[in-house]
């Protein structure tokens, strides 16, 4: 095994380990190559957990809706993305915005140069979804906004630790964060939904110095596509 996917094993058996988590049958073969494209991403999991949401909030989410949530963040994955400080606070629009842009650009590229029989509408469509996934919009974007939203509280307990513990961010500002994440949903079920993820997650922070959570090695794991999909490790 590779010294990733020997990470990733660590701890596989433990309670809450992701392994598997993200198994679902119905992915695409454009979703299984973004996957393998955004393969070894930190926030792998959180775009796959992404993806999970917007199924349950749309019901009968469409194929650009679920394809933009797995590569709404895909820019974080390549070096020269735009870059914050923690004092211009969690909502500065110049960040969110260029992010968002730079995204849009590089899933637009990417399905382009993989098929380019692929429909300008489908494109065009997942590119509105990704510049849109920060602020939301029409209800197919506040569906986008809101599974981000979720899927920050629902798979990044590792980050917030990890920040938390690195003194990149004291106990109070993580709660800033988690706080305008939570209070950003504009989908009432969404925000009913969040509540309770929001209060698991404060408590995970609040704890933070005496956690068993491991950031080294849930970082492994939420990077790894074939451990979150359950698949057989080779190598």
């Known amino acids: 095994m590779t010294s990733s996917i020997q990470?990733?094993?660590?701890?596989?058996?433990?309670?809450?380990?992701?392994?598997?988590?993200?198994?679902?049958?119905?992915?695409?073969?454009?979703?299984?190559?973004?996957?393998?494209?955004?393969d070894g991403f930190y926030q792998l999991e959180h775009l796959l957990s992404a993806r999970k949401w917007v199924i349950r909030l749309a019901g009968n989410a469409s194929e650009e809706l679920r394809f933009a949530a797995?590569?709404?963040?895909?820019?974080?994955?390549?070096?020269?993305?735009?870059?914050?400080?923690?004092?211009?606070?969690?909502?500065?629009?110049?960040?969110?915005?260029?992010?968002?842009?730079?995204?849009?650009d590089i899933v637009e590229e990417w399905l382009r140069q993989r098929d380019p029989q692929l429909p300008d509408r489908f494109i065009e469509r997942v590119r509105a979804l990704i510049l849109r996934h920060e602020i939301?919009?029409?209800?197919?974007?506040?569906?986008?906004?809101?599974?981000?939203?979720?899927?920050?509280l629902d798979s990044f307990e590792w980050l917030i630790v990890s920040w938390i513990q690195d003194g990149h961010y004291s106990f109070e500002r993580v709660?800033?964060?988690?706080?305008?994440?939570?209070?950003?949903?504009?989908?009432?079920?969404?925000?009913?939904?969040?509540?309770?993820?929001?209060?698991?997650?404060?408590?995970?922070?609040?704890?933070?110095?005496?956690?068993?959570?491991?950031?080294?090695?849930?970082?492994?794991?939420?990077?790894n596509r074939a451990f979150l999909l359950g698949e057989e490790f080779s190598g």
């Open 7 to 38: 990470a990733a094993c660590h701890l596989s058996h433990e309670e809450g380990s992701p392994r598997g988590r993200y198994a679902d049958p119905t992915f695409s073969e454009l979703e299984l190559a973004a996957l393998d494209w955004l």
């Open 70 to 104: 797995l590569t709404h963040d895909a820019e974080r994955f390549f070096p020269g993305g735009p870059s914050d400080k923690p004092q211009n606070g969690f909502d500065n629009p110049d960040y969110l915005f260029e992010h968002s842009k730079r995204s849009a």
């Open 136 to 152: 939301g919009g029409n209800p197919e974007e506040d569906i986008m906004q809101a599974a981000d939203s979720l899927a920050f």
């Open 175 to 223: 709660c800033e964060k988690l706080d305008w994440m939570t209070t950003r949903i504009r989908i009432q079920e969404a925000l009913q939904l969040a509540l309770p993820i929001y209060a698991r997650i404060v408590a995970v922070a609040r704890a933070a110095g005496k956690t068993d959570i491991n950031p080294a090695n849930r970082r492994a794991q939420a990077a």
